[in-house]
Each structure stands twice: as C-alpha cells, then as structure tokens.
C-alpha cells in the first residue's frame, strides 16, 4: 500500500468584507491545514479529526469579525494563530489572501476596482517559526519603445526576428520577504519602484528587466530579504501597419514565461 504524505485540505475564496463605520477593510482568503493527524481521513475514511471546510470558512469569518488591523498579513497571523491554538492536532495551517481593492470617492461611497493587488502568505508549523511573503500580482505593463530582443539562439527551429527596439506588454506578479515583520516595506512604494524601473532602463530581454528590477528594489528598501518575480511576455500580434501607425491586437497563446528570484 502506498504511503500518503504530504496532506492539506482547507477552503479558499473565502471573501472577507469588514464594515467598520465608513471603513471597508476587503480580502479573499484560503486556508489549509494538515499533515499527519488528517492521513487516516485519506487512507481509511476516518473523519473524526478532520474539521469541516464549512467550519474552517466560519472560522475565516469570525476572525474578521474581531481584527482591527490594516494588513492583510497580520489578519493572516491573527487566523492561523487562533486557529492552531484552537484544534491541537492541526500541525500546520497556511494561509494566503489577496486584496479586493476599493478606493473611496466620497463618504461612504466605495468604487471597487480590477487592478493590480496585493498578496500575503503565511505558513505557521507548530512548534516552528510562521513564515511570511507579501506580493502584488496582475501588474500589466506596456512601453512603447526602450525593450530589445536579439543575438539569442538561431537554429532550424527559429523564426522569431531580432528586435532592437520594440513595445514591451508584460504581465508581472512580484512576492518579497521582510526581514522584519514589524516594519515591512510598504507595498505601493515596491509597485512604483518596479513602474520607474521598467520606464526607465532600457532592457535586452525580460530576462534582463526583471533583474535589474531586483536589483534596484533591493538596493532601495534595506527591509528586503528576497524578491521573486514572474512574468509573460504578453507583446501584442501586429495587425496592420502604415507609414504614421500601427494597430495591434491582442497576443494569442502560448505566453512567453520568465521567473527570478534575488536574495540579499
């Protein structure tokens, strides 16, 4: 019989909107717990230690109910932390959230936007140390000169042209970790360090941008202990051309895909 490792189960897209007189604090969130305590529920259909995703949803909620805070980080904590205390055969929970953004326009009044958004991760072990990231994902971002893409390897399977100076449309996810948890880099600053970058350096490869927008970001806020970053390359297929302009359309799969990781 083949042994069951590495077992996790939970809920997400558990959508958290928190009123608060006029201040709206939104998140989805995904729990999982695990891994010893719960083998028997895979191998022998033995739930008596298992807690219902129903339940753990609930648990999401009330939680929320009861933070105060600002950070979908520290809501991450205040769950997981609770939530082992809770159920002491849970060996590990991780959790991850993202932000639903809104911007106030007036009062009361909240526009929800579809924009880029913040991320946080957090892992609490029992007995170990929690782990944390946070990130920003769906970052979409287009220059209309200043990128090339040439010299790379030419053998019977090209027929992509070099390009020396072309539009750039990338899509970008960044996650970073802190060192210190209780003074973390404030998100938005890291997004308008990588947009400066990214309109500023003119790179031979996505390769080539993603790094120097590491380095950069290390570099500015002491507070980084790493930086990780995905990208495609979501460069526009050209639809007609004349003299004065050109019309694009949007790029069919498959994507280009580039990831890096920086370390201080």
Do not use: C
């Not at 109910?65 to 159920?87: N, Q």
């Not at 957090?122 to 220059?143: D, N």
């Not at 390897?153 to 070099?162: G, I, K, M």
């Amino acid at each position: 019989m083949a042994d069951a490792l590495g077992t996790l189960y939970g809920k997400e897209a558990v959508s958290v909107y928190r009123t608060d007189g006029d201040r709206l604090f939104a998140a989805e969130v995904r729990l999982v717990i695990g891994e010893e305590g719960f083998v028997p529920s895979y191998t022998e259909g033995d739930n008596s230690l298992v807690v219902a995703t129903d339940s753990m949803k609930n648990f999401i909620h009330k939680t929320s109910l009861e933070y105060e805070g600002e950070s979908l980080e520290d809501l991450l904590r205040e769950i997981g932390t609770r939530f082992v205390a809770r159920y002491d055969h849970v060996d590990v929970a991780e959790l991850r959230a993202r932000e639903l953004a809104f911007v106030r326009r007036s009062g009361v009044v909240h526009q929800r936007l579809y924009d880029d958004y913040a991320t946080a991760w957090v892992r609490l072990p029992r007995g170990s140390e929690i782990a944390e990231r946070s990130g920003r994902k769906s970052l979409h971002l287009v220059k209309l000169a200043g990128s090339s893409f040439a010299d790379f390897v030419r053998d019977e399977h090209t027929t992509l042209p070099d390009a020396y100076d072309r539009p750039l449309f990338i899509h970008l996810d960044v996650e970073w970790r802190n060192e210190d948890v209780t003074s973390r880099v404030d998100g938005l600053a890291i997004r308008e360090s990588l947009v400066e970058t990214f309109a500023s350096f003119e790179s031979a490869s996505i390769q080539h941008l993603v790094h120097e927008m590491g380095t950069r970001a290390l570099e500015q806020f002491p507070g980084l202990g790493s930086i990780s970053f995905g990208a495609q390359n979501r460069l526009w297929d050209t639809a007609q051309t004349s003299d004065a302009a050109t019309v694009y359309t949007d790029a069919r799969p498959p994507f280009g895909v580039i990831e890096l990781t920086l370390e201080r």
